[in-house]
Nanobody, 117 residues
Framework: QVQLVESGGGLVQPGGSLRLSCAASGSISSFNIMRWYRQAPGKKREQVAIITLGRTTNYADSVKGRFTISRDNAKNTMYLQMNSLKTEDAAVYYC???????????WGQGTQVTVSS
């Protein structure tokens, strides 16, 4: 059972940057798809970014051009670089990983991102 642990959240002013990390307790090489989601109070959880094993990426329209998802299989870690943060980016950010080998879906516990002046 692989565990995912997010880190890097915190308080940042509008226009600032944060880098989130999602560290896995085991190898992420078998994860075909890894994603970042976020959930703001009173809102549904939404997918923010996705990266495949082949490093194909896709982003929600609201973050395109500002966020960058990446993965380092050697470090068993996925990242989300967030630039030009807006107040509407404030949410709990979750990482998710899916493996086709066993159709297993894994979630982290979330990390809080607050964007406020």
């Amino acid at each position: 059972q692989v565990q995912l642990v997010e880190s890097g959240g915190g308080l940042v002013q509008p226009g600032g940057s944060l880098r989130l990390s999602c560290a896995a307790s085991g190898s992420i090489s078998s994860f075909n798809i890894m994603r970042w989601y976020r959930q703001a109070p009173g809102k549904k959880r939404e997918q923010v970014a996705i990266i495949t094993l082949g490093r194909t990426t896709n982003y929600a329209d609201s973050v395109k051009g500002r966020f960058t998802i990446s993965r380092d299989n050697a470090k068993n870690t996925m990242y989300l670089q967030m630039n030009s943060l807006k107040t509407e980016d404030a949410a709990v950010y979750y990482c998710n990983a899916w493996s086709a080998l066993n159709n297993a879906d894994y979630w982290g516990q979330g990390t809080q991102v607050t964007v406020s002046s």
